[in-house]
């Protein structure tokens, strides 16, 4: 009975998330997205549809429609474009462009687009499918959100299977966005946090970005790793409002060991110079970084720092125990997890429309955690138990995710 449950319900989740995904450029800091989503539609067609839904406290519900068109299944170029309208906010959200992909070098991609769009720097922390679930079911919103409006130019290569590079130009209009509701299925009388300001302006940027990708499997790996950097320059020869420079760079490793346990490692660093602007800044703690601390705890920081040891015991100890009637018992999976991080400022940085208000030291305070993890079907859900240990008094945080970056 239970296990048939289990699976309808993860039919379920996988509906709403087949609904909710597509495929845009990243735009966050360490975000990066070469490889075909597992759940797109198989191959090219002529006519293809996405549903790029969304719903958060700036834009409330934001219904979309795109579609991406090809004068034949084989067809080099792809037009496509999508526009969608935030029922709070008010504003329309347009994304148009083209791609061209060669035939003479295979996977080998050049493009460009203009938008008019709400965006985030908070992609590497949260995906959109499961920031809109969260927001919706358990009012928590975790991402924060900026009007841009501009254009985009860029090329990519793939280089075998495994090594993705792509170079890209994007210049854009800053606007800063507000709180619009505070609406949620559950939550009762909790509000969202309000939606932080960034500086205004334009910014014209440069950006560099590779991927080594020898996972096993692109949804749900057992073993390899994965290393992914991003160079990022803007001002300066490029024009614009903004002076600033960023390296952001990622990595996981996977390892089986006993029976269908396995270790993964994950690593993240990124820094950034000669902004203050906050949407150039980092923030620090909860989901996404250290799980035992409040959600952005640490805030308005140029470097940081974090590591995650996690030991999955998978079905190796839970199914040996007499737990028989729990919801999804076959496919529960138990995983240790410490993680350590900081998050800091350095000195010497320009001012840009005054201070930015930020809670961190001049050198890294590294700060710790540890707890456990209950997962289904690998890491399709989890549920995280965490506990900082820089103060003994702090109860443990528990957070609900799906289909985690981390």
Not at 121 to 126: A, K
Not at 169 to 193: A, L, P, Q
Not at 277 to 299: S, V
């Amino acid at each position: 009975m239970y296990n048939s449950c289990g699976s309808r319900f993860i039919s379920f989740l996988l509906i709403i998330i087949s609904t909710f995904i597509f495929v845009i450029p990243a735009s966050a800091q360490f975000k990066l997205a070469p490889k075909p989503n597992p759940f797109a539609i198989d191959g090219k067609k002529k006519t293809e549809y996405y549903v790029p839904l969304r719903y958060n406290r700036v834009e409330g519900f934001s219904p979309a429609f795109g579609v991406r068109l090809r004068k034949s299944d084989e067809s080099p170029i792809t037009l496509f474009g999508d526009i969608g309208y935030g029922l709070r906010s008010k504003d329309v959200g347009l994304n148009v462009g083209l791609e061209f992909e060669s035939s003479s070098w295979q996977i080998f991609k050049i493009g460009g687009q203009y938008f008019e769009d709400t965006f985030t720097q908070d992609d590497w922390v949260i995906s959109r499918v499961e920031n809109t679930l969260a927001a919706v079911f358990i009012h928590k919103d975790y991402r924060d959100f900026y009007r841009a409006k501009g254009f985009s130019f860029w090329a990519a290569k793939d280089f075998q299977e495994y090594f993705h590079f792509r170079l890209s130009y994007w210049s854009g209009e800053y606007e800063s966005m507000v709180k619009n509701t505070d609406w949620s299925i559950f939550g009762g009388k909790t509000k969202f946090r309000g939606n932080p300001l960034v500086a205004t302006g334009t910014e014209n940027k440069l950006r560099i970005e590779w991927i080594i990708d020898k996972l096993d499997n692109p949804l749900f790996p057992i073993e390899g790793w994965y290393l992914e950097g991003a160079f990022e320059k803007g001002g300066d020869f490029l024009g614009g409002d903004f002076d600033q420079s960023g390296i952001f760079i990622s990595g996981k490793i996977l390892k089986p060991t006993k029976g269908n346990q396995r270790i993964v490692i994950n690593g993240r660093y990124g820094t950034r110079s000669n902004s203050r602007a906050p949407q150039h800044l980092m923030d620090f703690g909860g989901i996404g970084t250290l799980r035992g601390y409040d959600y952005k705890e640490f805030q308005n920081g140029n470097k940081m720092t974090l590591a995650a040891f996690q030991y999955y015991f998978n079905g190796d100890i839970l199914q040996n125990l007499p737990l028989q009637s729990i919801p999804l018992y076959s496919s529960l999976g138990l995983v240790l997890f410490a993680e350590v991080g900081a998050l800091w400022n350095t000195t010497g940085n320009t001012i840009f429309d005054g201070i930015i208000g930020s809670n961190v030291s001049d050198s890294p305070d590294w700060k710790w955690d540890v707890g456990f993890s209950l997962n289904v079907t690998g890491d399709f859900l989890r549920v995280d138990f965490a506990k900082r240990l820089d103060r003994s008094k702090d109860a443990w945080t528990i957070s609900l995710r799906l289909l985690p970056k981390i």
